[in-house]
Protein backbone atom coordinates (compact mmCIF):
# COMPACT_ATOMS: atom_id res chain seq x y z
CA UNK A 1 0.00 0.00 0.00
CA UNK A 2 1.01 3.34 -0.99
CA UNK A 3 2.17 6.15 1.82
CA UNK A 4 -0.31 8.72 2.68
CA UNK A 5 0.46 11.93 2.36
CA UNK A 6 3.04 12.34 -0.37
CA UNK A 7 3.27 15.62 -1.51
CA UNK A 8 4.06 14.41 -5.33
CA UNK A 9 0.79 12.25 -5.32
CA UNK A 10 -1.21 14.74 -3.76
CA UNK A 11 0.15 17.15 -6.43
CA UNK A 12 -0.44 14.81 -9.21
CA UNK A 13 -4.01 14.01 -8.01
CA UNK A 14 -4.68 18.22 -7.61
CA UNK A 15 -3.51 18.16 -11.07
CA UNK A 16 -6.02 15.90 -12.99
CA UNK A 17 -8.59 18.85 -11.75
CA UNK A 18 -6.22 21.16 -13.51
CA UNK A 19 -6.89 19.49 -16.69
CA UNK A 20 -10.47 18.39 -16.49
CA UNK A 21 -12.00 21.77 -14.96
CA UNK A 22 -11.41 23.22 -17.96
CA UNK A 23 -14.02 21.33 -19.26
CA UNK A 24 -16.34 22.83 -16.78
CA UNK A 25 -15.00 26.50 -17.35
CA UNK A 26 -15.04 26.99 -20.72
CA UNK A 27 -17.26 24.53 -22.27
CA UNK A 28 -20.16 24.49 -19.74
CA UNK A 29 -19.97 27.47 -18.13
CA UNK A 30 -18.70 30.50 -20.63
CA UNK A 31 -18.33 30.14 -24.29
CA UNK A 32 -20.05 27.02 -25.26
CA UNK A 33 -23.79 28.20 -23.76
CA UNK A 34 -23.32 31.71 -25.31
CA UNK A 35 -21.93 30.47 -28.62
CA UNK A 36 -24.71 27.88 -28.46
CA UNK A 37 -27.28 30.39 -27.76
CA UNK A 38 -26.33 32.87 -30.45
CA UNK A 39 -24.96 30.34 -32.94
CA UNK A 40 -28.94 28.62 -32.74
CA UNK A 41 -30.28 31.64 -33.08
CA UNK A 42 -28.75 32.56 -36.04
CA UNK A 43 -29.45 29.77 -37.70
CA UNK A 44 -32.63 29.25 -36.71
CA UNK A 45 -34.25 33.13 -37.09
CA UNK A 46 -34.96 32.92 -33.25
CA UNK A 47 -35.03 30.80 -29.95
CA UNK A 48 -36.83 28.39 -31.03
CA UNK A 49 -34.96 25.23 -33.23
CA UNK A 50 -35.55 22.34 -34.64
CA UNK A 51 -33.76 19.16 -33.77
CA UNK A 52 -34.94 16.12 -35.35
CA UNK A 53 -38.52 17.53 -36.16
CA UNK A 54 -39.28 18.32 -32.15
CA UNK A 55 -39.78 22.45 -32.11
CA UNK A 56 -38.28 23.44 -28.92
CA UNK A 57 -36.83 26.47 -27.56
CA UNK A 58 -32.96 26.67 -27.79
CA UNK A 59 -32.16 26.91 -23.83
CA UNK A 60 -34.98 24.22 -22.93
CA UNK A 61 -33.29 21.53 -25.32
CA UNK A 62 -29.57 22.56 -24.05
CA UNK A 63 -31.04 21.59 -20.01
CA UNK A 64 -32.49 18.50 -21.60
CA UNK A 65 -29.06 17.69 -23.26
CA UNK A 66 -27.26 17.99 -20.14
CA UNK A 67 -29.97 15.91 -17.83
CA UNK A 68 -29.78 13.22 -20.75
CA UNK A 69 -25.56 13.11 -20.44
CA UNK A 70 -26.05 13.24 -16.36
CA UNK A 71 -28.45 10.66 -16.62
CA UNK A 72 -26.15 8.43 -18.99
CA UNK A 73 -23.46 8.31 -16.58
CA UNK A 74 -25.78 7.76 -13.98
CA UNK A 75 -26.83 4.56 -15.39
CA UNK A 76 -23.71 2.97 -16.56
CA UNK A 77 -21.37 4.62 -13.44
CA UNK A 78 -21.70 1.17 -11.62
CA UNK A 79 -21.10 -0.70 -14.35
CA UNK A 80 -18.15 1.14 -14.97
CA UNK A 81 -16.85 1.30 -11.17
CA UNK A 82 -17.04 -2.13 -10.71
CA UNK A 83 -14.99 -2.49 -14.32
CA UNK A 84 -12.33 -0.22 -12.24
CA UNK A 85 -11.98 -2.72 -9.55
CA UNK A 86 -10.12 -5.64 -11.82
CA UNK A 87 -7.41 -5.77 -12.79
CA UNK A 88 -6.41 -2.59 -10.94
CA UNK A 89 -8.11 -0.43 -14.05
CA UNK A 90 -9.24 2.71 -12.07
CA UNK A 91 -6.41 4.48 -13.96
CA UNK A 92 -7.58 3.08 -17.25
CA UNK A 93 -10.70 4.04 -16.64
CA UNK A 94 -9.94 7.66 -15.68
CA UNK A 95 -7.41 7.89 -19.37
CA UNK A 96 -10.76 6.50 -21.21
CA UNK A 97 -13.05 8.90 -20.29
CA UNK A 98 -10.44 11.54 -20.47
CA UNK A 99 -10.12 10.74 -24.03
CA UNK A 100 -13.60 10.49 -24.76
CA UNK A 101 -14.51 13.97 -23.15
CA UNK A 102 -11.31 15.53 -25.20
CA UNK A 103 -12.55 14.13 -28.35
CA UNK A 104 -16.40 15.47 -27.46
CA UNK A 105 -14.53 18.97 -26.79
CA UNK A 106 -12.63 19.04 -30.36
CA UNK A 107 -15.53 18.17 -32.31
CA UNK A 108 -17.48 21.45 -31.08
CA UNK A 109 -14.90 23.17 -33.32
CA UNK A 110 -17.13 21.88 -36.35
CA UNK A 111 -20.50 23.20 -34.68
CA UNK A 112 -21.55 26.10 -36.62
CA UNK A 113 -25.21 26.54 -35.35
CA UNK A 114 -27.27 24.86 -37.64
CA UNK A 115 -26.39 21.49 -37.57
CA UNK A 116 -27.69 21.58 -33.60
CA UNK A 117 -27.50 17.55 -33.41
CA UNK A 118 -23.87 17.76 -33.88
CA UNK A 119 -23.31 19.97 -31.17
CA UNK A 120 -25.27 18.56 -29.15
CA UNK A 121 -24.19 15.23 -29.65
CA UNK A 122 -20.41 16.31 -28.65
CA UNK A 123 -21.24 18.30 -25.90
CA UNK A 124 -22.97 15.35 -23.65
CA UNK A 125 -19.84 13.53 -25.04
CA UNK A 126 -17.56 16.08 -23.07
CA UNK A 127 -20.09 16.11 -20.43
CA UNK A 128 -20.35 12.00 -20.45
CA UNK A 129 -16.18 11.74 -20.33
CA UNK A 130 -16.06 14.14 -17.75
CA UNK A 131 -18.41 12.94 -15.01
CA UNK A 132 -17.63 9.25 -15.92
CA UNK A 133 -13.89 10.24 -14.89
CA UNK A 134 -14.66 11.31 -11.69
CA UNK A 135 -15.92 8.69 -10.14
CA UNK A 136 -12.29 6.83 -10.16
CA UNK A 137 -10.67 10.30 -9.78
CA UNK A 138 -13.07 10.68 -6.31
CA UNK A 139 -11.79 7.60 -5.37
CA UNK A 140 -8.44 8.16 -4.80
CA UNK A 141 -8.87 10.86 -2.10
CA UNK A 142 -9.35 8.76 0.99
CA UNK A 143 -6.63 6.39 -0.30
CA UNK A 144 -3.62 8.70 -0.43
CA UNK A 145 -4.18 11.25 2.42
CA UNK A 146 -5.30 10.60 6.06
CA UNK A 147 -8.23 11.84 7.65
CA UNK A 148 -7.17 15.08 8.94
CA UNK A 149 -6.18 16.69 5.65
CA UNK A 150 -9.19 15.15 3.70
CA UNK A 151 -10.81 18.83 3.74
CA UNK A 152 -7.52 20.55 2.69
CA UNK A 153 -6.57 18.56 0.19
CA UNK A 154 -10.15 18.36 -1.35
CA UNK A 155 -9.80 22.20 -1.62
CA UNK A 156 -6.64 21.97 -3.14
CA UNK A 157 -7.95 20.29 -5.89
CA UNK A 158 -10.52 22.52 -7.03
CA UNK A 159 -8.31 25.40 -6.20
CA UNK A 160 -6.26 24.32 -9.32
CA UNK A 161 -9.34 23.20 -11.25
CA UNK A 162 -10.40 26.60 -10.83
CA UNK A 163 -7.21 28.38 -11.33
CA UNK A 164 -6.67 26.06 -14.19
CA UNK A 165 -9.84 26.76 -15.94
CA UNK A 166 -8.95 30.53 -15.58
CA UNK A 167 -5.91 30.24 -17.51
CA UNK A 168 -7.36 28.46 -20.31
CA UNK A 169 -9.90 30.68 -20.57
CA UNK A 170 -7.58 34.02 -19.70
CA UNK A 171 -6.24 32.79 -23.23
CA UNK A 172 -9.01 32.56 -25.15
CA UNK A 173 -10.83 35.53 -24.03
CA UNK A 174 -7.78 37.37 -25.45
CA UNK A 175 -8.00 35.01 -28.36
CA UNK A 176 -12.04 36.01 -29.15
CA UNK A 177 -11.39 39.40 -28.71
CA UNK A 178 -7.97 39.42 -30.84
CA UNK A 179 -8.02 37.30 -32.93
CA UNK A 180 -5.75 38.58 -35.66
CA UNK A 181 -2.96 38.58 -33.50
CA UNK A 182 -3.23 35.08 -33.62
CA UNK A 183 -4.12 34.78 -37.44
CA UNK A 184 -7.17 33.69 -36.87
CA UNK A 185 -10.25 35.10 -39.85
CA UNK A 186 -12.72 36.13 -37.31
CA UNK A 187 -14.02 36.25 -34.20
CA UNK A 188 -16.19 32.95 -34.84
CA UNK A 189 -13.51 30.88 -35.28
CA UNK A 190 -11.70 31.86 -32.43
CA UNK A 191 -14.74 30.85 -30.33
CA UNK A 192 -14.39 27.31 -32.15
CA UNK A 193 -10.57 27.13 -32.22
CA UNK A 194 -11.55 27.93 -27.93
CA UNK A 195 -13.82 25.13 -28.06
CA UNK A 196 -11.26 22.68 -29.58
CA UNK A 197 -8.99 23.74 -27.15
CA UNK A 198 -10.10 22.53 -23.88
CA UNK A 199 -10.18 18.81 -25.31
CA UNK A 200 -6.17 19.10 -26.03
CA UNK A 201 -5.18 21.35 -22.75
CA UNK A 202 -7.67 18.04 -20.88
CA UNK A 203 -5.28 15.23 -23.13
CA UNK A 204 -1.77 17.32 -22.22
CA UNK A 205 -2.38 18.04 -18.69
CA UNK A 206 -4.07 15.11 -17.63
CA UNK A 207 -0.84 13.11 -18.71
CA UNK A 208 1.18 13.78 -15.55
CA UNK A 209 -1.67 12.47 -13.03
CA UNK A 210 -1.76 9.41 -15.13
CA UNK A 211 2.01 9.20 -15.17
CA UNK A 212 2.46 9.90 -11.26
CA UNK A 213 -1.09 8.19 -9.83
CA UNK A 214 -0.69 4.98 -8.38
CA UNK A 215 -2.58 2.01 -8.94
CA UNK A 216 -5.33 0.77 -6.40
CA UNK A 217 -3.49 -1.62 -3.95
CA UNK A 218 -6.86 -3.59 -4.08
CA UNK A 219 -7.52 -5.70 -6.78
CA UNK A 220 -10.57 -8.39 -7.26
CA UNK A 221 -10.67 -11.35 -9.06
CA UNK A 222 -12.88 -11.64 -12.96
CA UNK A 223 -16.02 -12.97 -11.87
CA UNK A 224 -18.93 -13.89 -14.26
CA UNK A 225 -21.01 -11.44 -12.83
CA UNK A 226 -19.07 -8.33 -13.79
CA UNK A 227 -22.02 -6.77 -16.00
CA UNK A 228 -23.78 -6.96 -12.53
CA UNK A 229 -21.66 -6.71 -9.76
CA UNK A 230 -20.93 -3.09 -9.71
CA UNK A 231 -25.35 -2.60 -9.39
CA UNK A 232 -25.17 -5.01 -6.69
CA UNK A 233 -22.33 -3.04 -4.82
CA UNK A 234 -24.27 -0.24 -4.97
CA UNK A 235 -27.50 -2.20 -2.93
CA UNK A 236 -24.92 -3.37 -0.39
CA UNK A 237 -23.36 0.02 -0.17
CA UNK A 238 -26.94 1.00 0.36
CA UNK A 239 -27.25 -1.64 2.99
CA UNK A 240 -24.71 -0.39 4.61
CA UNK A 241 -26.10 2.91 4.76
CA UNK A 242 -28.66 1.78 6.93
CA UNK A 243 -26.60 1.95 9.94
CA UNK A 244 -24.94 4.53 9.36
CA UNK A 245 -27.81 6.99 10.02
CA UNK A 246 -26.12 10.41 9.33
CA UNK A 247 -24.73 9.08 5.97
CA UNK A 248 -28.23 7.95 4.52
CA UNK A 249 -29.47 11.05 5.97
CA UNK A 250 -26.58 13.47 4.36
CA UNK A 251 -26.86 11.64 0.78
CA UNK A 252 -30.58 12.48 0.47
CA UNK A 253 -29.40 15.72 1.80
CA UNK A 254 -26.71 15.51 -0.50
CA UNK A 255 -29.10 14.90 -3.43
CA UNK A 256 -31.41 18.18 -3.13
CA UNK A 257 -28.84 20.28 -2.44
CA UNK A 258 -26.71 19.15 -5.31
CA UNK A 259 -29.71 19.90 -7.72
CA UNK A 260 -29.75 23.21 -7.21
CA UNK A 261 -25.66 23.56 -7.20
CA UNK A 262 -24.90 22.08 -10.12
CA UNK A 263 -28.18 23.66 -12.05
CA UNK A 264 -26.81 27.00 -11.31
CA UNK A 265 -23.56 26.40 -12.09
CA UNK A 266 -24.18 24.92 -15.23
CA UNK A 267 -26.51 27.46 -16.26
CA UNK A 268 -25.61 30.21 -15.25
CA UNK A 269 -24.39 31.87 -18.63
CA UNK A 270 -27.45 30.66 -20.32
CA UNK A 271 -29.56 32.71 -17.79
CA UNK A 272 -27.31 35.64 -17.83
CA UNK A 273 -27.36 36.15 -22.03
CA UNK A 274 -31.15 35.66 -22.22
CA UNK A 275 -32.49 37.33 -18.96
CA UNK A 276 -29.92 40.07 -18.69
CA UNK A 277 -28.36 40.42 -21.91
CA UNK A 278 -25.25 40.54 -21.10
CA UNK A 279 -22.64 39.99 -24.32
CA UNK A 280 -20.70 37.12 -24.50
CA UNK A 281 -17.40 38.91 -23.10
CA UNK A 282 -18.63 40.66 -20.10
CA UNK A 283 -20.49 36.88 -19.53
CA UNK A 284 -16.76 35.56 -20.03
CA UNK A 285 -15.53 38.03 -17.49
CA UNK A 286 -18.20 37.89 -14.74
CA UNK A 287 -17.29 33.58 -14.88
CA UNK A 288 -13.51 34.87 -14.87
CA UNK A 289 -14.50 36.69 -11.78
CA UNK A 290 -16.39 33.69 -10.02
CA UNK A 291 -13.20 31.12 -10.50
CA UNK A 292 -10.81 33.48 -8.69
CA UNK A 293 -13.29 34.15 -5.85
CA UNK A 294 -13.94 30.37 -5.63
CA UNK A 295 -10.50 29.79 -4.94
CA UNK A 296 -10.73 31.62 -1.58
CA UNK A 297 -13.93 30.59 -1.18
CA UNK A 298 -12.84 27.42 -0.74
CA UNK A 299 -10.14 27.58 1.87
CA UNK A 300 -12.44 29.49 3.86
CA UNK A 301 -14.99 27.15 4.60
CA UNK A 302 -12.85 24.01 4.52
CA UNK A 303 -11.18 25.88 7.30
CA UNK A 304 -14.97 26.12 9.24
CA UNK A 305 -15.02 22.36 8.17
CA UNK A 306 -12.30 21.30 10.03
CA UNK A 307 -14.38 22.98 13.31
CA UNK A 308 -18.04 21.83 11.76
CA UNK A 309 -18.44 20.48 8.55
CA UNK A 310 -22.37 20.32 8.91
CA UNK A 311 -21.97 24.88 10.17
CA UNK A 312 -20.23 25.32 7.20
CA UNK A 313 -22.38 23.34 4.51
CA UNK A 314 -25.62 24.73 6.13
CA UNK A 315 -23.67 28.29 6.08
CA UNK A 316 -23.54 27.99 2.55
CA UNK A 317 -26.92 26.93 1.60
CA UNK A 318 -28.16 29.71 3.06
CA UNK A 319 -26.06 31.77 0.89
CA UNK A 320 -27.35 29.81 -2.46
CA UNK A 321 -30.84 30.32 -1.20
CA UNK A 322 -29.83 34.28 -1.40
CA UNK A 323 -28.32 33.53 -4.84
CA UNK A 324 -32.29 31.84 -6.01
CA UNK A 325 -34.09 34.53 -4.86
CA UNK A 326 -31.56 37.45 -6.12
CA UNK A 327 -32.02 35.81 -9.73
CA UNK A 328 -35.78 35.53 -9.31
CA UNK A 329 -35.53 39.61 -9.06
CA UNK A 330 -32.17 40.97 -9.94
CA UNK A 331 -32.72 43.24 -13.73
CA UNK A 332 -29.42 44.68 -14.09
CA UNK A 333 -25.70 44.14 -14.83
CA UNK A 334 -24.48 45.05 -11.49
CA UNK A 335 -27.30 43.10 -9.79
CA UNK A 336 -26.08 40.18 -12.10
CA UNK A 337 -22.31 40.53 -11.35
CA UNK A 338 -23.17 40.96 -7.24
CA UNK A 339 -25.39 37.58 -7.39
CA UNK A 340 -21.66 36.13 -9.75
CA UNK A 341 -19.53 37.22 -7.08
CA UNK A 342 -21.68 35.44 -4.13
CA UNK A 343 -21.87 32.25 -6.36
CA UNK A 344 -17.90 32.41 -6.29
CA UNK A 345 -17.78 32.62 -3.17
CA UNK A 346 -19.63 29.53 -2.02
CA UNK A 347 -19.25 27.50 -5.45
CA UNK A 348 -15.87 26.02 -4.71
CA UNK A 349 -16.35 25.63 -0.41
CA UNK A 350 -20.13 23.33 -1.48
CA UNK A 351 -18.37 21.12 -3.38
CA UNK A 352 -15.16 20.90 -1.86
CA UNK A 353 -16.87 20.23 1.76
CA UNK A 354 -19.18 18.15 -0.01
CA UNK A 355 -16.48 15.52 -0.97
CA UNK A 356 -14.73 15.44 2.14
CA UNK A 357 -17.39 15.45 4.48
CA UNK A 358 -18.57 12.27 2.70
CA UNK A 359 -15.22 10.68 2.92
CA UNK A 360 -15.37 11.35 7.45
CA UNK A 361 -18.67 9.63 6.89
CA UNK A 362 -17.15 5.87 5.00
CA UNK A 363 -16.92 3.37 7.07
CA UNK A 364 -13.14 3.19 8.72
CA UNK A 365 -12.43 -0.39 7.40
CA UNK A 366 -13.57 -0.23 3.96
CA UNK A 367 -10.48 -0.81 1.22
CA UNK A 368 -13.49 -0.62 -1.75
CA UNK A 369 -13.73 3.44 -2.07
CA UNK A 370 -14.63 2.93 -5.29
CA UNK A 371 -17.78 1.43 -5.01
CA UNK A 372 -18.18 4.12 -2.00
CA UNK A 373 -17.54 6.90 -4.21
CA UNK A 374 -19.16 5.23 -6.99
CA UNK A 375 -22.45 5.42 -5.09
CA UNK A 376 -21.87 9.23 -4.19
CA UNK A 377 -21.52 10.11 -7.62
CA UNK A 378 -24.31 8.04 -8.55
CA UNK A 379 -26.30 10.47 -5.89
CA UNK A 380 -24.40 13.83 -7.91
CA UNK A 381 -25.21 12.74 -11.28
CA UNK A 382 -29.28 11.87 -10.41
CA UNK A 383 -29.14 15.04 -9.17
CA UNK A 384 -28.09 16.77 -12.16
CA UNK A 385 -30.41 14.96 -13.82
CA UNK A 386 -33.24 16.26 -11.77
CA UNK A 387 -32.03 19.46 -11.29
CA UNK A 388 -31.34 20.94 -15.03
CA UNK A 389 -34.52 18.46 -16.39
CA UNK A 390 -36.55 20.65 -13.32
CA UNK A 391 -34.75 23.83 -14.77
CA UNK A 392 -36.00 23.65 -18.03
CA UNK A 393 -39.18 21.87 -17.94
CA UNK A 394 -40.46 24.96 -15.22
CA UNK A 395 -39.05 27.57 -17.98
CA UNK A 396 -41.06 25.23 -21.02
CA UNK A 397 -44.18 25.27 -18.64
CA UNK A 398 -43.97 28.89 -18.10
CA UNK A 399 -41.67 30.70 -20.42
CA UNK A 400 -39.50 32.58 -17.87
CA UNK A 401 -36.32 31.25 -16.44
CA UNK A 402 -36.66 32.91 -13.16
CA UNK A 403 -39.48 30.93 -12.64
CA UNK A 404 -37.07 28.14 -12.85
CA UNK A 405 -34.61 30.04 -10.18
CA UNK A 406 -37.23 30.09 -7.60
CA UNK A 407 -37.84 26.64 -8.29
CA UNK A 408 -34.28 25.77 -7.50
CA UNK A 409 -34.54 27.52 -3.89
CA UNK A 410 -37.04 24.73 -2.56
CA UNK A 411 -34.30 22.28 -3.38
CA UNK A 412 -31.83 24.17 -1.09
CA UNK A 413 -34.53 23.99 1.67
CA UNK A 414 -34.74 20.76 1.68
CA UNK A 415 -31.41 20.24 1.78
CA UNK A 416 -30.89 23.11 4.42
CA UNK A 417 -33.14 21.32 7.09
CA UNK A 418 -31.63 17.64 6.10
CA UNK A 419 -28.75 18.70 7.44
CA UNK A 420 -29.71 19.50 10.74
CA UNK A 421 -30.26 16.30 11.11
CA UNK A 422 -26.61 14.73 10.15
CA UNK A 423 -24.00 14.20 12.97
CA UNK A 424 -20.61 14.04 11.44
CA UNK A 425 -17.92 12.00 13.98
CA UNK A 426 -14.36 12.88 14.75
CA UNK A 427 -13.91 9.31 14.12
CA UNK A 428 -14.82 6.97 10.77
CA UNK A 429 -17.26 4.14 12.07
CA UNK A 430 -16.29 0.81 11.62
CA UNK A 431 -18.59 -1.57 10.51
CA UNK A 432 -17.00 -5.04 9.43
CA UNK A 433 -19.84 -7.05 9.39
CA UNK A 434 -21.38 -5.37 6.80
CA UNK A 435 -17.92 -4.25 5.15
CA UNK A 436 -17.51 -7.76 4.42
CA UNK A 437 -20.78 -7.80 2.48
CA UNK A 438 -20.33 -5.02 0.74
CA UNK A 439 -16.74 -6.20 -0.54
CA UNK A 440 -18.01 -9.68 -1.52
Known amino acids: MQKKDDPKIIHAWCMYDWANSAYMLVISSTIFPVYYNTATRHAFNGNRVDFLGWDISNTVLYSYSLSFAFLLAAVLSPLLASIADYGRFRKPMMRFFTYLGAMGCIGLYFFEGDNIVWGILCNTLACFGYTGGLVFYNAYLPEIVRREKLDKVSARGFAYGYLGGVVLLVFNLITIQKPHWFGIADETEAVRISLASVGIWWIVFAQYSFWILPKSPYEAELTA ?110 GFYALAALVGLIMG ?69 LMTKVHIPRHRPLIRHLYSQTHE
Open 349 to 417: GIQSVSRSTYAKLLPKDTHNNTSFFSFYDVVEKVSIVGGTFLFGLVEHLTENMRNSAMALAILFLIGLG
Open 225 to 334: DLLTKGYKRLQRVWQTMQKLPSTKIYLIAFFFYSMGVQTVMLLAATFGEKEIHLSADKLILTVLIIQLIAIPGGYLFARIAQQSNRLSINSMLVLWLVVCLGAYVVRTEV
